[in-house]
């Protein structure tokens, strides 16, 4: 599937099929977030992968979703603010910002691989915490399901080009 293909087909599922996920997928998955190009390429996020089987009501804690439950695994993707790089100027960090890269290349990797995700980012970071047991300095920043997608792509709602794009090419 060309990269065109990909962004134009994936979409978020909001129902799985509790089938396992093949490992190798999940480690092509895993290396596609290594892989995501970072500030000063610090890697400042980290991933958690939990299985739901026998943890649905804690995660349900995180999200209170049936169908966030009813895939195999929940991926947690994490920033770590003290390992990101620092614009001197402000002192703005870019932890967050790897971290949202490193989901969307897990994301669209999780799509080639023919598994269904959902983007997550409405939860309580304190429960967060908790449920997953996180040490001091890796903060949540957004989870995803990950199995056999059991719904259908609905139509994408996008604004038009024109809306987005503030073009100074003269």
């Given at each position: ?163 987005l794009i503030l073009d100074?090419?003269?």
């Amino acid at each position: 599937m060309s990269f065109q293909e990909l962004v134009r087909t994936r979409y978020s599922a909001r129902a799985y099929d509790p089938a396992p996920v093949d490992e190798d997928a999940l480690a092509r998955i895993l290396e596609a977030a290594r892989l995501a190009p970072t500030a000063a390429n610090r890697q400042a996020f980290r991933v958690v992968v939990v299985r739901t089987a026998g943890r649905e009501g804690e995660l349900r804690r995180i999200y209170d979703r049936d169908w966030f439950v009813q895939a195999p695994l929940v991926l947690a993707v994490c920033a770590v603010p003290a390992e990101g790089w620092v614009r001197e100027v402000d002192g703005w960090s870019a932890a967050g910002v790897d971290a949202t890269i490193a989901m969307t290349h897990l994301l669209l990797a999780a799509a080639d691989e023919g598994l269904g995700t959902c983007w997550i980012a409405s939860f309580d970071p304190t429960v967060a915490r908790e449920v997953l047991d996180l040490p001091e300095g890796v903060v949540p920043w957004a989870f995803t399901p990950l199995g056999r997608p059991a719904d259908a792509r609905s139509p994408k709602e996008r604004r038009p080009l024109e809306e987005l794009i503030l073009d100074h090419r003269g």
